[in-house]
């Protein structure tokens, strides 16, 4: 079952595009070093309706760059990668793209990644262990890890998150 996982995740790897799934990571750092002084953060669809409009929605931000007076200077300083991944975290502002793939992991690959998992961090990795199945799974560095105690070795490197997040993204993670 875990040689499957893996054959699958390797071929996952080899295919790639030229669109970029957006970054809640990114999206939170330029959100938070651009727009929290006015917004606030995490910014709060209670109290500010009109920037969760942009939730997923880039061009809103884009608009409300050429609506909104006491924004316009925003106009143009963003490039369109930038602005999808703020959309992003506006959507999921309580979220990482780490916790984005693992829940897509499990959805995807129940019987390897099931059960209530142990998050935690370790030498560098941010992790899900699944005490039922008695993996890892983890990420370092903007890649993915997998982690099979009962196999030898170091943990197997899958990939750039990235490369994953074109297959979670279009799934709703």
Known sequence: MKTVFLGGMALLVLWQSDTLAASVDNGR???E???????????????RPKVMIAADNPNAIRNAFNIQPQMSFLNGAFT???LRDVAKYLAKPTTTDSD?????GQATYPELLS??????????YYYRYYPI????VGTQNRDIFFYDPSQPG???NLGSMESFMLLA???GY
Not at 33 to 47: E, F, K, Y
Not at 100 to 104: E, G, M, P, Q
Not at 133 to 136: L, R
């Open 133 to 136: 199945t008695n993996v890892y």
């Open 29 to 31: 750092h330029v959100f």
């Open 33 to 47: 070093g651009n727009c929290a002084v006015c917004h606030g953060t995490p910014p709060d669809n209670l109290i």
């Open 100 to 104: 984005r793939l693992f829940d897509w």
């Open 115 to 124: 059960g209530v998992p142990v998050a935690g961090t370790a030498l560098g």
């Open 169 to 171: 993204e279009p799934a």
């Open 154 to 156: 170091d943990p197997l």
């Open 80 to 82: 369109d990668s930038e």
